[in-house]
């Protein structure tokens, strides 16, 4: 069962409340629960997108390595395929 609660609102937000849809919303009760509601799906919404965001920037700083490293690789690869073309022995 609901609780009465009364609150004292800001002359604007009361004009918004009284402005609303009503179709949609028939009671301020119904507006006002539907506002709260969605207030805190955006907020997890935010949360959401700030992890995917540490996540994304983790996964850049990990492609940026595995792209240092195949280059280091392939820097290495032509120095040894350099030498063995000219007729080098590979410790020199």
Do not use: C, W
Request: proline share 3%.
């Amino acid at each position: 069962m609901a609780k009465q609660k009364h609150f004292r609102l800001p002359d604007d937000i009361l004009e918004i409340i009284n402005n609303r849809d009503k179709e949609m919303y028939p009671t301020e009760n119904v507006y006002i629960t539907e506002a709260v509601r969605n207030f805190f799906k955006k907020e997890e919404a935010e949360n959401v997108m700030d992890e995917l965001e540490d996540i994304q920037d983790k996964l850049d700083r990990i492609e940026k390595i595995l792209e240092d490293n195949a280059m280091k690789k392939d820097t290495i690869s032509d120095s040894a395929e350099k030498k063995e073309l000219l007729g080098k022995p590979d410790y020199f």
